[in-house]
């Protein structure tokens, strides 16, 4: 995948004078051309350029250590299928999240956000969430596609503060809150490959739930990512009372989350390869 429009993009913000939106912008610019360089690439000696010798590795199939992210190019490299497109990236402070559509890991293509932490010049430490890819949901949407660019930067920490005002209230402890007061009640656009548009698709997806016995429950918020009208939150929880990982892109417009994305997969086995960093 050509990254360079994503790149132009960041450079632009770069030059802006607030200096933590630089800083952010910069961010971003390193991690998108660490991964053209070395995993879009193929290219194995770049590795040490972007990623730290000690980098922590939060997902289960990979071992932590640059060595280790080594074998991942190489493995990309060999297989010659792999592909990856990234339709939004957003940044704050060290961190940039990235979600993508990816073709290469196996007969079917892949839906996840993968978050990096940027220390020292160097990518420190990566999270990650993948489903494979779904048919489109009751209303036509697909996982990935829906609004890419990112406005009102200057709304960020109020868009956070709504959201994870949301998240934790009426998710985590399932107070009867006004779903208005947080999701626009006539312009909800849904990403969840089983949930309609609206707060209407919502409700009906959680009968079907409630009816057939499966509960869907967060326990903690373990990370909040904003950048303009974007957040995104890293939670674990149960669903069907099995231990789960949800991750959930928001858009949020004039004060209401009107656009929802999410990748939603198991939590990683006791007898999983690598598990020492733990999923969060």
């Not at 592909?83 to 290469?104: N, Q």
């Not at 993948?130 to 829906?146: A, F, Y």
């Not at 918020?221 to 904003?226: D, P, R």
Request: net charge negative; glycine share 8%.
């Amino acid at each position: 995948m050509n990254l360079k429009p994503l790149l132009a993009s960041a450079a632009i913000i770069t030059a802006l004078p607030l200096t933590a939106l630089a800083d952010s912008a910069g961010t971003k610019a390193f991690v998108l051309e660490a991964l053209e360089n070395t995993l879009l690439a193929g290219d194995v000696e770049a590795v040490d350029q972007y990623f730290a010798a000690d980098i922590i590795q939060h997902n289960e199939m990979f071992a932590s250590g640059v060595e280790a992210q080594k074998g991942v190019v190489s493995f990309l490299k060999s297989s010659g299928a792999f592909k990856a497109e990234y339709l939004r990236v957003i940044a704050e402070g060290d961190l940039v999240a990235v979600h993508a559509r990816y073709e290469g890991f196996g007969d079917t293509p892949m839906i996840g956000f993968d978050v990096f932490r940027v220390e020292n010049g160097k990518i420190a430490e990566h999270w990650d969430n993948l489903i494979v890819e779904q048919p489109v949901n009751p209303s036509g949407r697909s996982q990935i596609d829906g609004a890419t660019e990112i406005t009102d930067l200057d709304k960020t920490d109020a868009n956070k503060a709504l959201v994870e005002e949301f998240i934790t209230k009426a998710l985590i402890n399932h107070e009867q809150v006004d779903f208005t007061q947080y999701i626009n009640p006539t312009n909800y656009a849904q990403h969840n490959p089983m949930v309609a548009d609206g707060l209407e698709g919502f409700g009906a997806f959680m009968a079907q739930m409630a009816e057939k016995g499966i509960t869907m429950d967060y326990a903690e918020l373990h990370q909040v990512i904003g950048e303009g009208h974007f957040v995104l939150t890293m939670s674990e929880g149960a669903l069907g009372g099995a231990p789960t990982s949800f991750y959930d892109l928001f858009r949020v417009e004039d004060g209401l989350i009107v656009e929802h994305w999410d990748v939603i997969a198991p939590m990683p086995s006791a007898d999983a390869p690598h598990n020492e960093a733990g999923k969060f």
